[in-house]
């Protein structure tokens, strides 16, 4: 794939999303996506709820990938159940009222699902437990240790095979059954109506996310993409893209002094054979790029807060690879970012006439305002030739 020749627009996994109900978003329509799709805006304004639609729209029938990301904003002390994390994916009736509503997801482009809906239905519960006073808790764990709770998540989606054929619909419900730290799962499916075992017509799109410090808690997850790349000989394509970072780098390791903890080591030609903990944060957070861009290839990848972790000097050289990576491996890129030394630096990495890069500005969560749209020649009028923060 020629970097002067991205592909068009039609050819993007997503063209258009739209995102009619999810947490606190009504309404809420990201069309003309690019390759590298930015978004900004103030604290609270719901730019990681995009990307967590995102990710839940192409793997929606995947109940893991909800667990996952409900508990992404939920490793705290005193986070709430693994039911009422979930729970708040659905946004409320009104503000009175602790019924949900639907999530109601739409997008066009390459991929083929063209609509996901899913309810949240909160079948029992301890009847001395009500879930509002199971979040007023202050020791969960301990006050609520022998709570049972059950719940179902229903998820409907509709599929476009191709053009020739009718949209078909498919439809999976997990009932969950949570006691203490166990976590009981039945899975029912159905496919235009008939109940069915086969998963032959489930369609995903791979997917990665990551967020700041995610390498903190990903350790055993990327020691296992490292022995991924080793196993299947794709080592050489990991090295080759943090090489662009660090020359000096010539092999990746997974060893252990004690025989029980393992930790990731770098061979370097400079310092020699250390752990990776001794290169700082940086590295480690380009090492989870670098390993996710290899395992979502033809798919989303998912960052927020780009700028974590690189200093502002190495800022351009970072983003010119990620964004060669994601023409390489056409991936499209979803990240959030505070920073106008990001926004600059991935700027620098496309001409000025190109629409491969897009910002969008989310409006402000107290004064309110419309979701703007920046992209191509006008993305770059604005900052260069007048220098305006379209954050």
Not at 320 to 337: G, S
Request: with cysteine; charged share 25%; proline share 4%.
């Amino acid at each position: 794939m020629s970097q002067n020749n991205p592909l068009p627009n039609m050819m993007y996994h997503f063209t258009h999303f739209n995102i009619h109900q999810f947490r606190g978003f009504r309404n809420f329509n990201l069309d003309n996506l690019g390759r590298v799709n930015l978004l900004v805006g103030m604290n609270n304004a719901g730019k990681t709820s995009v990307l967590e639609a995102l990710s839940l729209y192409c793997r929606s029938f995947d109940l893991r990938t909800w667990i996952e990301i409900a508990s992404l904003r939920n490793m705290r002390q005193f986070a709430p159940s693994r039911f009422e994390a979930l729970k708040w994916f659905f946004p409320k009736k009104s503000q009175t009222e602790d019924e949900s509503s639907e999530i109601l997801l739409k997008a066009q482009g390459h991929f083929k699902v063209r609509e996901v809906r899913a309810t949240f239905d909160e079948r029992s519960v301890n009847p001395f437990m009500t879930s509002a006073f199971i979040a007023s808790q202050v020791d969960i764990d301990q006050d609520n240790e022998g709570m049972r709770q059950d719940a179902a998540i229903n998820v409907s989606r509709l599929s476009e095979p191709n053009r020739e054929e009718p949209l078909s619909e498919e439809k999976r419900t997990f009932v969950l059954r949570e006691e203490g730290d166990k976590l009981e799962i039945e899975t029912e499916v159905k496919v235009n109506g008939t109940e069915t075992f086969s998963f032959e017509h489930e369609h995903t799109l791979p997917v990665s996310s990551i967020i700041p410090c995610s390498h903190g808690f990903k350790r055993a997850q990327i020691m296992r993409q490292i022995t991924h790349t080793k196993t299947e000989g794709t080592i050489k394509h990991l090295l080759k893209i943090i090489n662009k970072i660090d020359p000096n780098i010539e092999n990746l390791e997974i060893l252990s002094k004690d025989g029980r903890r393992f930790s990731v080591y770098l061979q370097h030609r400079e310092i020699g054979l250390a752990p990776i903990t001794l290169f700082g944060d940086g590295v480690q957070r380009i090492l989870d790029i670098a390993l996710s861009l290899l395992n979502v290839q033809n798919g989303i990848l998912l960052i927020d807060e780009l700028e974590v972790g690189i200093h502002t000097s190495a800022l351009q050289t970072v983003f010119t690879w990620l964004v060669e990576a994601c023409r390489d491996y056409n991936i499209q890129l979803f990240a959030t970012t505070h920073s106008l030394e990001a926004l600059d630096a991935v700027l620098a990495t496309v001409p000025d006439d190109s629409d491969e890069i897009v910002s969008y500005r989310l409006p402000n969560p107290i004064t309110g305002g419309q979701l703007k749209r920046f992209g191509g020649n006008l993305l770059q009028r604005l900052r260069y030739e007048r220098g305006l923060d379209v954050r």
